[in-house]
C-alpha cells in the first residue's frame, strides 16, 4: 500500500502435462513408448514397427478395451486429460506346404497358428512305394519319419516327402 506510480506484471504460463497409459495386452514395446504428453505438443503412439508379439500382427491402438470403433495414431496438440489405449492384435495364421511326389495323405494341416495345439504329420502312401521320410522346414536330412510342430511354432512351412521304389520283377 505504500507503492506508487505505474506498474507492469507478466503472466507466466506452463502448459498442462497429461500421462498415457498404453496396455500392450501381450505385446513390447521395442521403442517409442509413450508415458506423456503436453497441451500445444501432443504425441505419436507407437506403431507396428515398434512393437513385437511373437505370431501376431500389430492393428492399432484403441480408446477403449473392447477394441471398437476407430484406431488411433497420436494425441492431438489441443487434447487434454490423461488417456488410456489398448493395443489390437490379430493372430497370424501360417500355410503349410507339402510335396507329395506322387503320394496322398488326409488329414495333414494346410494352415496353422502360434496357439494351434501340437500336431504330427500323417506320413503319406504310393502305390510301389515305401515311404522313407519327409524333409523341409527345421529338419535335417530326408529320414524324418515323425514330424511333430509344437505349440507355438511361427512361420510359413514347406515339406517334402521321400519315397524308395519297392521294385517287382518283370
Known sequence: DTETGNKEYWAKWEAN????TLNTNGGTINSGNVSGYTYGV??????????????????????????????????GDTETGNKEYWAKWEINQYTIIYDLAGGTVEGNPD??????????????????YTFTG??????????????????????????????RYNGGGG
Open 17 to 20: 502435462a497429461y500421462t498415457v
Open 42 to 75: 501432443g504425441a505419436t503412439l507407437p506403431t507396428a514397427d515398434d512393437m513385437t508379439y511373437t505370431g501376431h500382427t500389430f492393428k492399432g491402438w484403441y480408446d477403449n478395451e473392447s477394441l471398437t470403433g476407430s484406431p488411433v495414431t497420436a494425441i
Open 111 to 128: 494352415t496353422y497358428t502360434i496357439k494351434t495345439g501340437a500336431f504330427t504329420l500323417r506320413n503319406p502312401t504310393k502305390s510301389g
Open 134 to 163: 519327409w524333409s523341409g522346414t527345421g529338419l535335417d536330412g530326408e529320414n524324418n519319419m515323425t514330424v511333430t510342430i509344437p505349440t507355438g511354432s511361427t512361420g510359413n512351412r514347406t515339406y517334402t516327402a521321400h519315397w
